[in-house]
């Protein structure tokens, strides 16, 4: 909790704003998390598919329209300092999803080799 002040100051401009970049960063956060959560399953999925296959391109691609929706839903807009945040969640949840599967089935990765050569 000791980092909220800190993103608040980061991301302020001016003193009287502060009040106004609380909400946003709860969120934001909370944005994160739940972008993060979506991409687990999707990450799982793609670790065990061809690379570069409608499968693979699928898995990438299927949670975008959720994020947009999230972005939407909790009215963080598309403000260019949530990007790399977002970005970042994103592409965490894809890897620990496929980490998971790695961790979980050693044959599908075996299989994945076979199938990428």
């Not at 106004?20 to 956060?29: A, G, R, V």
């Not at 949530?82 to 998971?100: K, S």
Request: proline share 7%; aromatic share 22%.
């Amino acid at each position: 909790m000791e980092a909220l002040p800190f993103l608040v100051g980061l991301f302020c401009f001016y003193a009287n704003e502060i009040p106004y970049f609380y909400p946003m960063i709860q969120n934001l956060i909370i944005v994160l998390i739940l972008v993060f959560i979506l991409n687990l399953p999707f990450g799982y999925w793609r670790q065990g598919v061809k690379k570069f296959s409608l499968q693979w391109f699928l898995a990438v691609h299927l949670p975008i329209p959720g994020v947009v929706f999230l972005r939407l839903y909790f009215e963080l807009g598309f403000q260019w300092w949530t990007y790399p945040f977002m970005v970042f969640a994103f592409f965490l949840g894809q890897w620990v999803g496929a980490l998971v599967r790695r961790k979980r089935d050693p044959a599908s990765m075996a299989n994945s080799k076979k199938i990428n050569s």
